[in-house]
Nanobody
């Protein structure tokens, strides 16, 4: 099983980006999530979406600015990031879990390789 994250880049505060995570498996079988890790900090939860795409949850720090979505026909999960702030700078990782919602980093067993987002002020 492989997860391929892409879409990161260098932007200015207030800009938008959309991250993608392409899965080598059928995503209807998986709950999917996004985490991020800033330099010198622990990996933190960002957002999660249920296997059928009907339920989502976002961390308070990104609520109202980021939106997770899922296209099960393309086996891809997205993270739309609006109004980016310098504190959003991090490597963003996608995660998958068949049995539960991936919201706790040390319980996740399936990770993508990460994509770097850098937001300048």
């Amino acid at each position: 099983v492989q997860l391929q994250a892409s879409g990161g880049g260098m932007v200015q505060a207030g800009d938008s980006l959309r991250l993608s995570c392409a899965a080598s498996v059928r995503t209807p079988m998986y709950n999917m999530g996004w985490f991020r890790q800033a330099p010198g900090k622990e990996r933190e939860f960002v957002a999660v979406i249920s296997w059928n795409g009907h339920n989502t949850y976002h961390a308070d720090s990104v609520k109202g600015r980021f939106t997770i979505s899922k296209n099960n026909l393309e086996n891809t999960v997205y993270l739309r990031m609006n109004n980016l702030k310098p504190e959003d700078t991090a490597v963003y990782y996608c995660a998958a879990d068949q049995n539960s919602a991936p919201t706790i980093a040390n319980r996740v067993r399936l990770w993508g390789q990460g994509t770097l987002v850098t937001v300048s002020s």
